[in-house]
């Protein structure tokens, strides 16, 4: 699956693209298929996102995870602070991460 | 310290001004981030994998309390309640908001500071010792002429667009401790019959290139200085590569050309220069080193200390270095405890380290390189006292210059250019060796990781050193020994395949071990290191 990505440009928070708006959470991402490029651009061009591009992920029991490590650390947050990931109280929030 | 004047203080606002317009017209869709991106980066400001981060510029690594406590205020109100002291002497915030970006500047400016040529082909925030003014080797105080290379850099109109970004270090001792010749220019501060000149380094850099820098010139007039570094540049900006990023630094510029022919036209474009009149009459450079005059400092206070407290005792002999003025101490403070993270310090760790500095140290504070705090003028008559809340507040680890003093770069747990995490090698590293007998038996040992090839973690100056690579996907590290960015500067070599972050803590263990039962008396690691060679370390690592 394809998904799109970028940071929020207010916050510069990660953001994933959920088919109709955009999360903080990978949870809720949607896979783009061969949109990404036009919803990056209509996105972009709306002010809602910023630098966005598209990834691979594959989808898992858990929801859709990103490929690779670079991106599935920005899903989440540092490795190294748990208390700043997007899921402080789970310590194993991060177990897929890495 | 440096204070601003009219000139600065001006400059600094207006460009608070300009960018905060520009912020507004990027949020109101007025400016594409195309348009946009080159005007957050000249203010320091970056998108990283998490967020914006936020290069605060401290130049040459000196500051005050009402500064350190505005960095700390920044942390605590518009980020998430820490900073992190970066291998340039600087401070990254990692968790920035772009419409906050306005207001942390106009926070900054009120305190006489900034994030300009934090980022950009432009000549950054210069560098310097960290014991400037307060070693007790040292020729002369360095940083009135690091700021007067400050003020003559800051917008200056030619090399705002350099084929790269150009870093520059200023020394006045023998010890190296600013890694010098790793610095596109290094600049010693040297005598000569009685008179103080200064020597040029130029064309050193880590990265995906390293070199150290040749001696381009052993002696120029001080006064003159200025004239010789704009020379340098100048033939820089004219001929290095702008259609290849890599080769775009200027130690390939002089590796191709050959030290002695950029020499040659440097010298050229130095006696044109020289009729330009770009140097500061001697009464304005007065007026800047007039405002680094020592503190008064009682060289009659008491120069014993009480060594009674075992634990104050190790730290003592670990993080105080001698000062120039008898019965006074340098105290490095260390942002390294055993699990936690190079650089990082909280809010609350700021703001504390800011109170020492004024209660105890003449209300200075120096960022070191290596991702340490100093405070530069203490009495040893107080050293106790201020041990005591240091370690109240987790920041009097005995480590300097040990196995778990290492550098690391933020790596990709925060960095959009990282191909692999250095900070949980770091900690593992640290965990390891926590044991700090085993730590001062090992000695002297400078660990240096980098996420990647650009080596913001120092990895080629380490006598470890750690370069963290993307192997098809996954985490790898790479292994290095030999490295030096003291006066005795070398570059390390790589010790053959890598290794996963566990594989990579075992070797380091195995390196070690090669060097205990090897070393002669009073020999540090990288000394060993260079007598023996690489084989036996090779034997230990791979069998």
């Known amino acids: 699956m394809k998904l799109l990505t970028g940071n929020d440009l207010k916050t510069g928070f990660v953001t994933w693209w959920t088919g109709a708006d955009w999360s903080l959470h990978i949870e809720d991402a949607a896979d783009v298929g061969e949109a990404g490029d036009a919803i990056a651009a209509a996105e972009e061009g709306a002010r809602r996102v910023n630098a966005p591009y598209i990834i691979a992920g594959e989808q898992t029991a858990?929801?859709?995870?990103?490929?690779?490590?670079?991106?599935?650390?920005?899903?989440?947050?540092?490795t190294v602070r748990p208390d700043l990931t997007l899921k402080p109280a789970d310590p194993a929030a991060g177990d897929w991460v890495i | 310290?440096?204070?601003?004047?009219?000139?600065?203080?001006?400059?600094?606002?207006?460009?608070?001004?300009?960018?905060?317009?520009?912020?507004?017209?990027?949020?109101?869709?007025?400016?594409?981030?195309?348009q946009f991106k080159p005007l957050r980066l000249m203010n320091g400001l970056y998108l990283q994998l998490h967020a914006y981060m936020l290069r605060v510029a401290v130049p040459?690594?000196?500051?005050?309390?009402?500064?350190?406590?505005?960095?700390?205020?920044?942390?605590?109100?518009?980020?998430?309640?820490?900073g992190h002291f970066t291998t340039r002497q600087n401070l990254q915030y990692n968790w920035i908001k772009l419409e906050d970006a306005p207001a942390i500047l106009a926070d900054l400016a009120s305190v006489e500071m900034h994030a300009i040529q934090t980022s950009g082909n432009c000549i950054r925030n210069i560098s310097s010792d960290q014991w400037a003014g307060a070693a007790a080797d040292e020729l002369t105080d360095p940083r009135p002429w690091a700021e007067l290379l400050r003020q003559w850099s800051s917008f200056h109109p030619e090399f705002s667009y350099l084929p790269r970004k150009f870093k520059i270090a200023v020394i006045a001792a023998e010890e190296d401790r600013a890694a010098m010749r790793l610095h596109d220019i290094g600049i010693q501060i040297v005598e000569r019959d009685g008179v103080h000149g200064a020597a040029f380094y130029v064309g050193g850099g880590m990265g995906r290139t390293p070199m150290v820098?040749?001696?381009?010139?052993?002696?120029?007039?001080?006064e003159d200085m200025l004239s010789y570094a704009e020379a340098c540049l100048r033939v820089y900006n004219r001929y290095g590569r702008r259609d290849n990023i890599y080769k775009a630094r200027i130690k390939i510029l002089i590796h191709e050309l050959g030290a002695e022919e950029y020499a040659r036209q440097v010298e050229e474009e130095y006696a044109h220069v020289k009729s330009l009149g770009i140097d500061p009459p001697r009464a304005e450079f007065d007026r800047i080193a007039a405002q680094f005059a020592p503190p008064a400092l009682d060289a009659s206070a008491p120069d014993a200390i009480d060594r009674s407290d075992p634990d104050f005792a190790v730290w003592v002999d670990q993080n105080v270095a001698a000062h120039k003025v008898p019965g006074h101490a340098i105290v490095n403070i260390s942002l390294k405890p055993v699990g936690g993270i190079p650089g990082d310090a909280s809010s609350a760790q700021i703001d504390l380290m800011a109170d020492l500095a004024e209660t105890?140290?003449?209300?200075?504070?120096?960022v070191t390189h290596a991702q340490n705090i100093v405070l530069p003028h203490v009495r040893k008559a107080d050293l106790y006292a201020l041990w005591q809340k240091l370690d109240e507040a987790g920041l009097a680890t005995p480590n300097l210059d040990l196995i778990s003093d290492?550098?690391?770069?933020?790596?990709?747990?925060?960095?959009?250019?990282?191909?692999?995490?250095?900070?949980?090698v770091a900690q593992k590293i640290?965990?390891?060796?926590?044991?700090?007998?085993?730590?001062?038996?090992?000695?002297?040992?400078?660990?240096?990781?980098?996420?990647?090839?650009n080596a913001c973690g120092h990895h080629h100056a380490g006598h470890i050193g750690i370069l963290g690579v993307d192997r098809k996907g996954t985490e790898n590290y790479q292994l290095l020994l030999g490295g030096s960015g003291a006066e005795d500067v070398s570059l390390g070599t790589i010790t053959g395949p890598g290794f996963d972050e566990d594989g990579v803590v075992d070797a380091i263990e195995r390196v070690t071990d090669t060097y205990l039962a090897q070393r002669t008396e009073g020999e540090r690691f990288v000394d060993t290191f260079r007598r023996i060679g690489m084989a036996p370390f090779k034997e230990a690592i791979y069998g």
């Open chain 1, 62 to 78: 858990d929801g859709p995870r990103p490929a690779h490590i670079k991106d599935r650390i920005r899903a989440l947050g540092p």
């Open chain 2, 1 to 34: 310290m440096y204070k601003y004047d009219e000139y600065d203080q001006q400059m600094v606002d207006a460009r608070v001004a300009e960018f905060s317009d520009q912020v507004r017209r990027r949020l109101a869709g007025e400016i594409t981030e195309d």
């Open chain 2, 60 to 82: 040459y690594g000196t500051l005050d309390s009402r500064q350190m406590r505005m960095l700390a205020h920044i942390a605590r109100k518009y980020d998430r309640d820490y």
């Open chain 2, 213 to 222: 820098a040749p001696l381009i010139k052993d002696f120029v007039p001080l």
């Open chain 2, 430 to 453: 640290a965990s390891r060796f926590a044991d700090l007998g085993r730590q001062r038996e090992l000695g002297e040992l400078k660990l240096k990781i980098s996420g990647c090839i």
């Open chain 2, 406 to 424: 290492i550098i690391a770069c933020p790596g990709l747990d925060y960095c959009s250019l990282a191909n692999a995490r250095s900070i949980p």
């Open chain 2, 360 to 366: 105890y140290s003449h209300d200075e504070l120096r």
